[in-house]
């Protein structure tokens, strides 16, 4: 009959029977319910692996309720019948192992190119067993930089072939990270096929430089324009700077690229541009001929610096001071050259304002030794640069040659102070050159002075404020520059005994023959003539007058100016007083006369117009104002304006018509309407 064994007991039973060994290939489940044979657990996964194709030992496990290492232990000894792939916990079977490789494959041929870490992780698989997968698969491209992609050779060649055409069609420098961007391609896929493109033996296009997202492709014929660009300001002009050819091309050194494209003796390097060679010659045939001296920076491009100029200097210097060439050359200061000779000259002509100087300080120091006669450090430097400018030279060029020619000079000085000194009585010359100049040049500030008074009367009668301030300034700036000009000459012609005393005057830097031929009409000279008699010590002249005029005018007060030096006139220069009726009916007769006389002398053509209509406006402001005005020709479209008023509509006409075609350039065309409105000139009366 049948034994019934209670549970407990058959577990024991059977545990004692593993334990002893009588009982083999047996293992319990997780559960303790059941005990199974391994064949038995053997052919149950393998049911399970076939029936999934993918496993893992985690869900084999579960299946079988048994421990993970009865799994991966029934799953060693299946590996020797079964054609399975194991991969970490996963178990697979050669239908999906082939399946796997279709579905991968045809993601390949669908994108051109996969990345096996994305892919792993999209279809949630092992790396290792994708990358098993893909290294069996024949006729794709791996490279050994990007190892994780994949690319068909189709997808390989189609993004050389976009880069390419990128590349071709750029005409500019193109930063390869926006062009990355543009295109359709992974970075680092898209930088390993750049380079290939690039360091291809066909590619001719251009170069890249740097590296990866810093890299620029520059283009070839970007390279030849701007360098043909660089060439062509070269040839055309004497220098260009380095900042240019900088500028114009970024890629490369500015002296090698010059380098590159020119025979080294063609140009020379500075420190701030290139230069041609023929620029450094032809300034070095200049300071061969130098005489006197010479300033460099007139004869070299304006563009090259302080430094620059000094190194064409130092070319030049070191090329004529051979020991071949006998004539030496010594550099100033700021690009300034003599010669020993001019400096030698120079200090002997220097005797005439140190005697006058000797003799000026020896009259002050009569009860003084020699000793004590002398100048301090101050005046010294100051002394010698004034001899130097009385022998003619600029006072720029005397500064700079006052270092080199100081011994020299303070020798000569001080030879000239021992000698004794004979005081001659005052002769009163009647030298018929400087009583003539000396008249003319009255005469010429007595017309000055007219000029000046009467022009501001007709200031004070115009409307437009502007208009009147600017004609102030004029008067100011031009004729009352004038006035003091000629007072200066005049002032040197009265305190002279004769014509060479006036030659030898150290405070004049104007010769005999610009006095004669009244050569300084020019504003700009005439201020540079009183600052050099003012700031010439000669102590010969008196010149409180010419300082006091000159501080007059920097007020610029016009009214202040006539009042303290034309009306009061305090040094008894003019004999007539200015406002009375009698004085302006004089002004009045010759201004109109002149300009009369001008206007009739004036043939009528496209380049008088402008002095034609110029005399017309003075002469009718004249006849309706009644005061003399006689201005520049800027001032025409003032006086238009002040006169419009009260001409005819004719003379309106003719007056609007000639302004206007001097204006808009058409002359040619108003030739005729020109000859009617000089004879309104002409017919004007006072």
Request: proline content about 3%; glycine content about 2%.
């Amino acid at each position: 009959m049948p034994v019934t064994i209670q549970p407990n007991a058959f577990v024991q039973f059977v545990e004692q029977g593993i334990k002893k060994g009588l009982l083999r290939d047996v293992t319990r489940t997780l559960d303790g319910e059941y005990y199974m044979d391994m064949e038995y657990l053997k052919e149950t996964l393998s049911k399970q692996v076939e029936s999934h194709g993918k496993i893992n030992v985690e869900k084999l496990a579960d299946i079988l309720a048994v421990e993970q290492f009865t799994v991966e232990k029934a799953i060693e000894n299946l590996l020797n019948t079964k054609d399975w792939t194991v991969i970490d916990d996963l178990v697979l079977t050669p239908d999906y192992m082939e399946s796997l490789e279709e579905q991968v494959e045809a993601k390949l041929v669908t994108s051109g190119s996969i990345s096996i870490v994305a892919q792993a992780q999209q279809m949630k698989l092992p790396y290792s067993l994708l990358k098993s997968v893909i290294d069996s698969f024949d006729d794709y491209v791996i490279y050994s930089q990007i190892p994780d992609v994949i690319s068909t050779k189709e997808y390989i060649e189609n993004c050389k072939t976009e880069i390419f055409k990128a590349l071709e069609s750029a005409e500019e420098p193109l930063p390869m990270f926006k062009l990355q961007k543009s295109q359709n391609i992974p970075e680092d896929m898209f930088y390993l096929l750049l380079e290939k493109v690039i360091k291809s033996d066909t590619f001719t296009l251009g170069s890249l430089r740097g590296k990866r997202s810093r890299a620029i492709f520059e283009p070839k014929s970007y390279r030849n324009r701007q360098i043909e660009l660089i060439k062509s300001i070269f040839d055309s002009n004497d220098c260009i700077s380095l900042h240019t050819i900088e500028n114009l091309y970024p890629y490369s050194n500015a002296i090698d690229l010059i380098a590159d494209n020119y025979n080294s003796n063609s140009y020379l390097t500075l420190n701030s541009c290139v230069i041609k060679t023929s620029v450094k010659e032809k300034a070095k045939d200049i300071l061969k001929s130098v005489t006197d001296y010479c300033d460099l920076n007139d004869h070299l491009p304006t563009t090259l610096t302080f430094d620059d100029v000094n190194k064409v200097l130092d070319i030049i210097i070191s090329e004529v001071n051979t020991n071949n060439n006998q004539k030496k050359l010594i550099i100033l200061e700021g690009g300034y050259v003599t010669t020993p000779d001019f400096i030698n000259t120079t200090v002997s002509q220097t005797k005439n304002y140190l005697r006058n100087l000797a003799r000026s300080i020896k009259q002050g120091n009569k009860a003084e030794s020699h000793a004590s006669a002398k100048l301090n450090g101050v005046q010294v430097s100051s002394s010698i640069i004034k001899s130097i400018e009385s022998t003619g030279c600029p006072h720029m060029i005397a500064e700079k040659i006052a270092p080199l020619a100081r011994i020299s000079i303070i020798n000569q000085f001080d030879d000239i102070l021992q000698t004794p000194y004979i005081e001659a009585e005052e002769i009163v010359s009647a030298d018929k050159w400087v009583v003539e100049h000396k008249a003319r040049e009255l005469a010429t500030l007595l017309n000055i002075r007219r000029s000046i008074y009467f022009n501001y009367q007709a200031t004070r009668l115009l409307q437009d404020a502007s208009a009147k301030k600017s004609l102030e300034k004029f008067i100011l700036k031009n004729q009352c520059t004038d006035f003091l000009y000629h007072l200066v000459l005049y002032l040197v012609l009265a305190q002279s005994f004769n014509k060479a005393e006036v030659v030898d005057s150290t405070s004049l830097c104007i010769t005999v023959d610009d006095i004669e031929k009244n050569n300084i009409a020019d504003t700009k000279q005439q201020k540079y003539v009183i600052a050099y008699f003012i700031r010439e010590n000669d102590h010969k002249y008196d010149k409180t007058f010419i300082i006091e005029i000159e501080e007059n005018i920097k007020k610029k007060d016009i009214g202040l100016f006539i009042n303290d030096i034309l009306v009061k006139d305090k040094h008894h220069l003019f004999k007539e007083e200015l406002d009375n009726a009698q004085t302006k009916s004089t002004a009045n007769i010759m201004i109109h006369q002149q300009l009369h006389n001008q206007l009739q002398g004036l043939n009528i053509s496209a380049n008088t117009a402008p002095q034609l209509l110029h005399l017309t406006t003075l002469l009718l402001f004249q006849q309706y104002f009644g005061v003399p005005l006689y201005v520049s020709g800027k001032f025409v479209p003032v006086i238009i304006t002040e006169i419009k008023s009260k001409l005819e509509p004719e003379q309106q006409r003719l007056l609007e018509i000639a302004h206007l075609s001097i204006i808009n350039n058409q002359r040619e065309e108003h030739l005729d309407d020109y000859k009617q409105l000089k004879m309104i000139g002409i017919s004007c009366t006072l």
